[in-house]
């Protein structure tokens, strides 16, 4: 992409820490400043639909979303007025922000945007068993974790594959987690709209209400922080879809491909061009591995956040 249409650089390019998947940068010109973001195109798990994505984003901010207003899109290149805001910490927030979350949601499922392309779900991958086997081969410092859950892993992919979802189906951010959220004047602001598309709405409220209604485990899920952001949904004009595991399979299910893919960077052993440096994949692995067994095996307590 040409960033010269930014105007005139004050500053050098910054590259900004973080980032799961992309790799952020900052570009302060003589017309403001921007985030840009290099999308990995190289083993990302699925295909990014960034022009319609960018199309659904210009929807959503004249819309009055909160969210930083998009300017450019190219294949593999996003760019959006960058915006000040305190960070949101893995805790549990604010009564109030749940809320305004779950109003912000209904609306955004209230755009008319069109989307042609269907939801498409990859396979489940069953080859934890391998992946164990490679992890010890190579001496990864979370093989030994791994080989103990290679069981619950196998487990956990049956569920994402055969767990029913009642629909309605609805195009959505898809990724409304803390790492994805400002608080400016203590109100949100939404960012990173690249994973959107069509979801089950039970899949996107489960795992945006559980996100924000717990710390970095699961011992200290606060159920009216949980409750709040379905309130706000509802008071937004939404309509709540059927209890049951559906609310969780997305977050389970994401959780899990996102753990195998960066299994897959660290036993690839070499600092990639694109995407997360190595040391956060380590801890994006380390975090899955942990996580994912402790969250599956909650599945009966966080379905009793619904009733």
């Not at 080989?147 to 959505?172: D, M, N, Q, W, Y």
């Not at 995407?275 to 801890?283: I, M, N, Q, R, W």
């Amino acid at each position: 992409m040409d960033l010269s249409l930014l105007g005139t650089p004050i500053g050098p390019v910054a590259r900004v820490d973080g980032g799961f998947a992309n790799r952020m940068y900052r570009l302060d010109t003589d017309q403001g400043s921007f985030a840009v973001k290099e999308l990995n195109l190289v083993d990302r798990r699925s295909v990014y639909h960034a022009e319609d994505v960018f199309r659904f984003e210009q929807a959503a901010f004249a819309a009055g979303i909160p969210m930083p207003e998009p300017i450019s899109v190219s294949h593999d290149t996003l760019v959006h007025r960058w915006v000040e805001g305190e960070k949101i910490p893995e805790a549990p927030v604010s009564a109030a922000y749940a809320f305004e979350i779950g109003e912000i949601l209904a609306r955004i499922h209230a755009l008319d945007v069109p989307w042609t392309h269907a939801s498409i779900e990859e396979p489940t991958s069953r080859d934890w068993p391998e992946l164990a086997a490679q992890a010890a081969a190579t001496g990864q410092p979370w093989a030994d974790e791994l080989a103990s859950h290679v069981e619950t892993f196998l487990a956990i992919a049956r569920f994402v594959e055969t767990c029913e979802r009642p629909g309605p189906v609805v195009l959505t951010h898809k990724d409304i987690q803390p790492w994805n959220l400002l608080a400016r004047d203590g109100r949100p602001v939404l960012l990173d709209w690249e994973l959107s598309g069509m979801l089950d709405l039970s899949g996107e409220l489960g795992s945006t209400a559980l996100s924000l209604a717990k710390g970095p485990g699961f011992d200290t899920v606060e159920p009216a922080i949980f409750r709040s952001v379905l309130d706000g949904y509802v008071a937004g004009g939404g309509k709540l879809p059927p209890s049951g595991p559906s609310w969780f399979v997305f977050m389970i299910g994401g959780w899990l491909g996102h753990t195998r893919w960066n299994i897959l960077r660290c036993l690839a052993g070499a600092e990639a061009s694109t995407g997360p440096d190595l040391a956060l994949s380590h801890e994006s692995a380390r975090n899955g591995i942990r996580g994912l067994p402790d969250m599956f095996g909650r599945l009966p307590e966080l379905e009793a956040l619904l009733k």
